[in-house]
């Protein structure tokens, strides 16, 4: 961490900067030198001569340049009154870049800065919602001035009213990922292939030519791409509210200065989910979740139908569709999980389906928008499915963060640091026959006995 820009920002907050002509003066200085420009100008029309040109001409002219530059400056709002009210410092903008990739399916991302972090959510049409958390340990220095909360201003450490925009998600996602444009063309060569085909080795396979990597790409010569040099840093900055999101990259001597424009946050309600009227909840490594998903994939499907169950099968994904994805005859491809801890580590179903008087929770939901969250499955380590009594699919993705902020990820003693990812879809409407109700409590599965 010992990069120029870090040393520059940290003396800069030690020597803030001072006007020749103070805030304060600066109207009585442009009333005084615009009075001086005209009174010499006067004395200069009554009496033209060469001597008057240098002794009153060419004071006069300074005089209006000077009177100009002052109320330019009085006339435009100025972002050194005071502090901003968000500025982080990063060493690497790699696990900012995945995290944020992760939920790269809709074009405006709503930005909600909080003094523990910054928290990015996606919306689709209400159907579907996810967020990506950037916790301040992610980064080498996080600094927030906040504005207290409204009705706090009693109180002696009043609460921080968290600032909240919207800004271009493309755009941030292209600024993050600057330092890595030596495979820009390597990437969009592969931007065609399905998501849950380029993250399966197996299925990857035939297309890539044979080749499992890039032995010549910039994140395999430089170590992960993306700035991830020990002497790169990035700065994150909004100065005011309505004001632009700032971000400074800097790598080998190259300084990178991008402007996001910021809009007015039109972020709706998160989509309800009732902690406390869970119907199931499993745990499991993500990338079972990304292969299962990988081959009920392969038939073009629509819907995507979730079975939990306390008797076989235990969890079931099934969809329907065609090989050729015109709507041809339907065909079914089904994944079933066993029961064991070596594959769901945690299995507890409390749902009763009315109909047949089972611990079963069943929904379908739009096959697209589960399979939106494929980049979530292949960056985690771990996912948590949880649905409740309304059939609303949670699935929160654990992610193990190596190297952010300083050394350690920002975690005490070094080590990666842990950061999570949070999707919730709401399922298509169901008959009354299969609604499921939460009645009575229910036991959790031991996998021991698998």
Known sequence: MDSPLIEVWHAASGSPFLPTVGKGT?????????????SLTGAFTLNRSIVNLLLLGIPASLA???????????????????????RAVA???????QLLKAVGFTNKIHVEITPEGLRFSADHARVMQGAAHWNKNLFAGYTTNLPPA????????????????????????????????????????R????????????????????????AFS?????????????????????P??????SIILEEAGVKTTCNLTTYLPEMPEDIPFDIDDLSFKVIMQARYLFDALAEVGSINPERLTIVVSRKEPYLRFRTSGSHSGAGGPGVESTVDFRRGRDLLE????????????????????????????????????????????????????????????????????????????????????????????TEGEGDDVDMSEA
């Open 218 to 238: 910039h994140q395999t010569l430089h170590g992960g791409g993306f700035a991830s040099s020990s002497n790169g840093t990035c700065i994150l900055s909004y």
């Open 150 to 189: 409204a009705g706090n201003g009693d109180d002696d450490d009043p609460e921080p009213e968290p600032v909240s925009f919207q800004i271009s998600l493309p755009a941030f996602l292209e600024t993050l990922q600057i330092f890595g444009v030596a495979d820009v063309a390597a990437r969009q060569a």
């Open 346 to 437: 945690t299995f507890s179903v409390r749902a009763v389906e009315r109909a047949k008087g089972e611990r079963r929770w069943s929904q379908t939901f739009k096959f697209d928008t589960i399979k939106a969250a494929t980049e979530a499955m292949r960056i985690a380590s771990k996912v948590s499915l949880r649905g409740d009594g309304q059939g609303v699919l949670s699935m929160q993705f654990m992610v193990e963060v190596e190297g952010a902020g300083g050394a350690g990820g920002g975690v005490p003693g070094g080590g990666a640091g842990l950061s999570f990812l949070d999707f919730r879809f709401v399922p298509y409407a169901t008959d009354g026959d299969e609604e499921t109700d």
């Open 240 to 245: 005011s509210d309505g004001g632009p999101f």
């Open 26 to 38: 600066q109207f009585f200085v442009a009333s005084l030198l615009l009075l001086i420009g005209f």
């Open 191 to 214: 931007s065609d292939i399905d998501p849950l085909v380029r993250g399966n080795p197996r299925m990857n396979h035939q297309h890539r030519g044979g080749n499992g990597s890039d």
């Open 91 to 97: 060493s690497s903008t790699r696990p900012l870049y």
């Open 64 to 86: 209006f340049a000077s009177w100009a530059s002052l109320a330019s400056n009085m006339s435009q709002p100025t972002q050194d009154a005071g502090p901003p009210l968000f």
